[in-house]
Every structure is written in C-alpha cells, then in structure tokens.
C-alpha cells in the first residue's frame, strides 16, 4: 500500500508541477526539513510545520508516508544532483554544442537515431528469445531474425574484412551469433548482438567523427556586408559580393574577403591568421585578407578574392587534404580485441575435434568480444565527462590513448603562450609631462574604445587610480589612431604615421624607443598635446603567468623531453619568450605550410608531437600532429581542427590531462585484466570442465558487470588526482612595477594634472 501511496503522490505532484526531479522519485525526504544546527542552537524549531530560515521545501512526499532517512536522501540526493551529471555527460554535452556547428550536431544525432534503433531491435529480439524459450517456441525464430538484423552492419564489417584478408571482432559476432541459432540457443544469439550494438553506442559516444568532415573555415564569417554601390551604402549577403566590389568594414567586424583599401585607415588584429603579435596599421593601396579583424578605423575596401580564392580559404584546402593522425587509428580497446581473434579461432579449430561444434562454439562464445569494446567506452567516459567539469573538452577517447605517448610539445606562441590581452611594458617620456600626466590624457581618449591596446592603457590608468575624465569632444578621427579634446586640450593618441600626419615632430629618442621596441615584439603608442609630442606608451604582449610553471610541472612530472615554439611573430619577440620559458628550441617568421612541415620533420625523428595553438595559420599543423589542443578563445578552425579545447581560454588545466590520461590508462588496464581472466576461465572450462554456452555466457556476463564497475569508479571518487594548483599570486614583473608606482588618485582640474 506505501509503495501504491508513493506513487500517487508523486503522480499528483507531477500533475502539479509538470516536473519531477530524479532524486525525488528515488529517495523522498519529509514535508520540511529543518536545519539541525539552528535548531541545537535555539532549542526549539518552527511551530506547525511554519517555513523560516531553518526550513525549506521538501523534495518528497510526506512524513505519514515515507520515514526520514538523513544520511540516505543526502547520499541519493548528492549523487543525483552531483555524480548523476557527470555520469550522463551534461557539461561535456553542452561544450560540444558550444564550439559545434549545427551540421556536425544534426550528423551526430543521425548516428545516435540509427544506433539507438538497433539496440531497441536487439532489446526485443531478447525479450521474444526469453518468451519463446518459456512460452510459445516459434517466438525464437522472430526474434532471431531481429536480432541478425539489428547485429547486420556486423555481417557487411565481417565480409569487408574477410575479403580483405583479416579476420576481426565482427567475424566472432557472427560465428556467435549464426552458431547459437543453428545450436538452438536463440537467448545467447540475441545477446551478443545486443552486447554489440551497446559497444557501437559506447564508441560512438568517444569518439569524435568530425574527421569525415570538411572543415568550414567560413563559419565565423558574417552573413551580409555593407558594400558601396552608385555611392550609397547597402547591405548585401556575403555570397553576392563579385570582384571589384568596394566593402565596407568598420571597427569591430572581421574583414569577408581578400581585397585592397581604397579608402580610410585602420588597425587590424592579423594574428588569427599570421601569428603576428601586434596589430598591423594599414591605409590606402595595402591588402587586407579575410577573416582578420578591424580593431580601430573604417576602410572600404575593392574585392579581389572571395569565397574559396581567398587566402584563408587555401589555408582550408589545404587542412582539408591533410591526413589526421587519427582518422584510422582504433581504441586501444578494439586494437587489443582484434589482436586476439585469430588466437581464438586456433583455439576453436583445436577443441572441434576434441569437444565437437558444441565446444568449439563455446570456445569462440567465451572470447569478451564486444565486452571490452563496451566497458572500456564506459570508463572512458567518465573521464572525458571529468574532464568536461574542469573545463577541458576532449572530443575524442583515442586522445587518451595517445597523451601517454606524447615525448614533444610543441607552442604556438601568438594568444597560445601569451594571451590576448596585452600589458603596458614601459612609458617614454620626451616633455616636461610626468607618466601620470601622459597615462591620463591616453585613457581619456581611448575611454570609449574597446580593442585590446585600449584596455591595456585603460587597465594601467585604473591601476594608479586614475580618475579619468569623459572627452569633451567625441567626435573621433579614426584610422592610425584617434583625435578627441580633454578639458579643452586637444589630444592625439596612435602610431608615428597618425602623429606625423598632423606636421608634429617626433623626436629622435623617441625614433630609437620606437626601433628598440619593434625589435622585441612591442608596439609604441604616441601621445601629443594639442601640437607637441609628450611621449608614448610601449604595449607589449602578455605572457600567460602560468606557463612557466606549465612547462617545469610537464617536463617533471610526464616526462616531456622536447618543447618548442613555433610562430609567424619576429625573430627577437619569439627569442625572448623562448628564453624567458627556459625553452632552447623556437621556430620564428614561419608561414602556417611550413608549421605543418616542422610537425612533420619532428614525427620523422620519432618524436611522438602534441601542437598546442589557437589561430587559423595553427590548424595544418594542429591536424598533422599525433594530438592537438586548442584554446577555446582561439578561431573556429582551430577548434574544430583541435582533438582537445581548453575552455577556459587558458594553459593551467594542461597537466590535469596528461594526469587525467595516465590515470584512464590505469583504469583500463585493471578493466582488461579482469575482463581476460574471465576469458581464460571460460576458455579453459571448455576443454577441462565441460564448459558450454550457458557457462561461457553466464561468465562474460559477470566479467562485464565487474569490468562496469571498475569503469563507473572514477565518477566515484570525489576529485581525479593530479590537480593543477591555481596561478593566484602571479603577475607580470613590469606590468605590476608599473601600476604600483603611484598610490595616489590624480585627475585633471582646469586642463592640468592634481592630486
């Protein structure tokens, strides 16, 4: 009666919520459940069941119905709302779809349809085996050919590799399976084909088909575009733009084709595509290439290629006819599975004429076939899902695999090694303005700007506790850089071709800053007042804070042997980063072929490569290498490239994966173990104990119940070991020498600097 009370109640509630929490139907917990501890302290709790701060809403039924169980519900409760994510995948899930596109999630979800359907068929082909054998006998023969077709895809993959001269898993599966109809044993027949579709589930889940597919180097691009056409401004759809075509690209949009400006100035962010650290100022008659990014100014430029003419688009050819490492590489699972197929067969060929058909069938039914193919899926799993909840997305389950073998690294440096965001280096001073002086007429004028270099000022200005002051005039001149009044005072901020444009003299130490600057990978921000040069801002990329740290915990504790930097930046600025990492190999000034061809040489030398990068010009050499990571802030093209997305834009979670993969390696090897003891139990039962079917079948069922759990045990456990400590203390030296020179708040009164 509890149990039909339970369920009406759960019923009502459901009708009245349209909503039922999974541990609510498994563990229910009284009306009110009141905090002990207010209780313990007050002596006393609510009156009538009142709800305040030390009560809150059950999750169940009633007392009158079910007991309390505390320490019960919080365990199923935990699990529900804490493992049982995890489990199911849900952060993963939700990475996927956030880097996917909505092909590759509409082809997944074919895959899944067809998958899903067969093992369906096989579940009822099951069932009418159990009904045939208890209740009405011909129920065997529908549910034999149910199950022979939903086991089919087995029967072609046998064929295939038979005419092939190799003999697989697929081969067991249907000797199993032909043999326990022909034996009579239909419930041994549709469980091996239920137990072969379940691994087909499990695989697809790990792995990642994105290798069958082109990659769209276009997906980031903007639908429509506004072009020039007799002199008036319209919007088109990108596809309609023809060569000679004059486009018009603002700040903030990526640049759609190939083309030539023909108007206007701008800086534009080239690194995506070339690997340059710093912005790249350009004006009438320079190219412009797609899918780089306007920071600063307004162009319009003439089309000269478009669609797959342009340079990203060969970029894209040519990754698309690059051989993956992976794209025929199995799980080591499967691998090890095959291997032992042909043993197996010699086996069943010597017990034929010492045991008869019954024995040799039994010999070949005692093998784990799909059993290692469906728990090792499982425990991998977990560990992609603990991974997800670090903020790791790994797409592919072979990627597991292969870290374990990784004896190189190799850096991308541009938004890989240094993040996006750039640091003020140092300020150069040629007035008899002061650097708090110079810093506040700079914020005040890129106050409204929001590319990188802005922020930059914006952020070291706030640091000294700037106040920084609204322009009075907003009306910018875009392009090189930007014209706007402070306090009356007119303000000029940008590159020397912008202050020399407006006949102010730059003087010759601020030449050599700028020359000294260029050479290290930094760029100099100029500052005038009104007609006279007061100095500039060095802006220099960031190092990310954690990788030095990144690069000594790899070497120590995963035993990387080689790390190198590879990079379309300059010769010096790639020099310093490798010194400053302790890294004695780099490669500068590199084109994104010959990236691809560096991989290439270090995998002829036996190095194992993992390519770490973020940008367009990184994706041939992402896909050439044994295994590949991207950044989740980097290009489209990386990321679908990469088998691995760090997403939380950053290098410290690095060595929790290679942590993670050992770990998963240790998991599968205790899964195999026990797993191919099973085997030889049943094996050896054939010949010496009389084994048959029931027995051999009975056994695979218990290993696979042990091998499960072995799996589920990582998800388990509260955390993976081999956590990574947080980067809290570290700063960049000049950043922070910098912004703590000063502790007083300066603003500007009448035109001039006071405290």
């Known amino acids: 009666m509890a149990f039909h009370g339970m369920m009406a109640a759960v019923g009502g509630r459901h009708r009245r919520q349209n909503k039922v929490r999974l541990h609510e139907v498994l563990c229910p917990t009284p009306v009110y459940v009141y905090d002990n501890r207010a209780q313990a302290q007050t002596g006393s709790r609510p009156a009538g069941g009142q709800r305040n701060g030390t009560a809150r809403r059950s999750k169940g039924i009633t007392r ?103 003999a697989g898993i697929p081969l067991l599966v249907v000797i199993s399976i032909l043999g326990a109809i022909a034996s009579g044993y239909f419930i041994v027949g549709a469980t091996a084909s239920l137990l072969f579709n379940l691994s087909t589930k499990a695989i697809h889940l790990i792995t990642d088909d994105s290798r069958k597919k082109l990659v769209d180097v276009f997906r980031q691009q903007p ?105 025929n590489l199995q799980l080591r699972a499967e691998a090890i599975s095959d291997k032992t197929v042909i043993p197996t067969l010699i086996i069943s060929g010597i017990a034929f004429p010492l045991l008869g058909a019954y024995g040799a069938l039994a010999v070949i039914n005692a093998h784990y076939k799909n059993l290692m193919s469906l728990c090792a899926p499982i425990g991998i799993m977990n560990f992609l899902n603990i991974a997800a909840q670090r903020g790791i997305l790994i797409k592919d389950g072979r990627t597991l695999d292969l870290l374990n073998e990784v004896d190189t690294i190799v850096f991308d440096k541009t938004g890989t090694l240094t993040e996006v965001q750039p640091t003020v280096a140092s300020i150069h001073l040629c007035s008899s303005y002061k650097e708090n002086e110079l810093l506040l007429y700079a914020a005040a004028a890129e106050r409204n700007q929001s590319h990188p270099i802005a922020r930059a000022i914006l952020d070291i200005a706030q ?95 995963h035993n990387i042997k080689h790390m190198y930097i590879i990079s379309g930046d300059h010769e010096i600025p790639t020099q310093k980063l490798a010194q400053d990492l302790g890294l004695e190999n ?94 030889t139990l049943g094996m050896g039962g054939a010949f010496f104990l009389n084994f048959g079917l029931v027995h051999t079948i009975t056994l695979n069922l218990i290993s696979l119940t042990l091998g499960t759990a072995n799996a589920m045990h990582p998800l388990l456990q509260r955390t993976a070991s081999g956590s990574f400590p947080t980067q809290d203390e570290d700063t960049v030296e000049t950043d922070s020498r910098l912004a703590t020179s000063t502790n007083h708040p300066y603003q500007l009164h009448n035109g001039e600097l006071s405290v």
């Open 64 to 166: 009158s119905i079910i007991p309390p169980f505390p320490k019960v519900s919080s365990m199923v409760q935990s699990f529900a709302e804490k493992r049982l994510p995890v489990l199911l995948g849900k952060e993963r899930t939700q990475q996927f779809t956030q880097i996917a596109s909505d092909a590759d999630v509409q082809a997944r979800l074919s895959i899944a349809r067809t998958i899903n359907h067969n093992i369906a068929m096989s579940t009822l082909a099951l069932g009418l085996a159990i009904a045939g054998a208890l209740v009405y006998w011909p129920l065997n023969l529908l549910s034999a050919i149910g199950y022979v077709y939903a086991a089919r895809r087995n029967f072609f993959m046998a064929y295939h590799s038979l005419r092939q001269g190799k």
């Open 223 to 327: 639908k429509t575009v506004w072009m020039v056409v007799d002199g008036s401004e319209i919007e088109a759809p990108i596809e309609q733009l023809l060569v000679g075509d004059i486009v018009i690209i603002r700040a903030g949009e990526a640049v759609p084709v190939d083309g030539v400006i023909v108007q206007g100035m701008a800086s534009i962010d080239q690194h995506i595509l070339t690997g340059e650290s710093q912005p790249v100022e350009k004006g009438m008659g320079e190219e412009v290439f797609a899918t780089t990014l306007v920071l600063s100014g307004e162009i319009r430029v003439t089309i000269q290629k478009t669609g797959d003419q342009t340079t990203v688009a060969q970029i894209g050819q040519i990754l698309n006819q690059t051989l993956e490492y992976k794209a």
């Open 463 to 557: 640091a000294r506790q700037l106040i920084i002051p609204e322009p009075d005039d907003v009306s910018y001149e875009l392009g090189y850089g930007l014209r706007v009044y402070v306090a009356g005072r007119q303000v000029r901020v940008g590159s020397q071709r912008f202050i020399e444009s407006a006949g102010i003299v730059i003087p010759v130490s601020m030449q050599q800053a700028q020359t000294n600057g260029y050479r290290q990978g930094h760029t100099i921000v100029f500052v005038a007042l009104d007609h006279l040069l007061i100095g500039g801002i060095e802006i220099a990329p960031t190092p990310r804070p954690e990788a030095h740290e990144i690069i000594k915990v790899l070497r120590r504790r």
């Open 586 to 679: 780099y490669f500068a000034e590199t084109l994104p072929q010959n990236k691809a061809k560096l991989v290439e040489q270090l995998k002829d030398e036996g190095k194992f490569v993992c390519f770490v990068g973020d940008g367009i010009n990184d994706a041939i050499a992402l896909k050439s290498s044994h295994v590949s990571i991207s950044l989740r802030g980097g290009s489209t093209v990386a990321k679908d490239t990469a088998q691995v997305v760090l997403m939380d834009q950053g290098l410290s979670h690095l060595p929790f994966l290679f942590d993670l993969a050992q770990n998963c390696q240790r998991n599968l090897n205790t899964t195999f173990a026990l797993i191919l003891s099973f085997t």
